[in-house]
């Protein structure tokens, strides 16, 4: 399945291994009639002026979720559930995908997730911290056109040397 946010998703977890590394999306608003699914990003410094972030999130995971375009969400609570379990694991070298860019090099460092178990749905929220030195977000588009590309590479895609690198 693929995902685009702001039609089957409000968020987008990428690492190479979870999903064969291939990008899942979650919802985080749970009503796409109203405006606001957000992320909140805290910056700071750390005793050496090196910039530390934090990414918060809070997804969603319900049966018969609307995804941001109205649509009904494919996958169920379980699915969901079973998938963010996944990430959770994993420590380092994640990449978060938002409306404003992809984030790169995020892991978990301390409290990393929260989970609230209701009758009809669970809220996950979710804490990934750099672990990398931080850059601003990438565009999503380079990003994805960067990332474990079919062999040959689609015509589209960024490659060894058609990539700069940071």
């Known amino acids: 399945m693929s995902f685009t946010i702001g039609e089957n998703c409000d968020i987008i977890l990428v690492h190479e291994n979870v999903n064969d590394g291939d990008p899942y999306g979650f919802i985080i608003g749970p009503d796409p009639s109203k405006q606001g699914p957000s992320f909140s990003v805290q910056r700071s410094l750390d005793s050496e002026d090196e910039i530390v972030i934090h990414l918060f999130a809070t997804v969603l995971l319900s049966d ?77 588009e380079t990003f994805y056109n960067s990332i474990w590309q079919d062999t040959p590479p689609a015509v589209d895609a960024l490659t060894w040397e058609s990539s700069v690198w940071r």
């Open 64 to 140: 018969n979720l609307k995804n941001p375009d109205g649509s009904e969400h494919e996958e169920s609570r379980q699915e969901m559930y079973d998938m963010i379990v996944l990430y959770l694991a994993e420590l380092e070298s994640m990449s978060v995908d938002t409306w404003i860019g992809t984030f790169l090099g995020l892991g978990q460092f301390g409290h990393t997730a929260t989970e609230l178990h209701m009758v009809q749905g669970t809220y996950i929220s979710l804490k990934f911290a750099n672990l990398t030195k931080y850059h601003p977000p990438v565009d999503s």
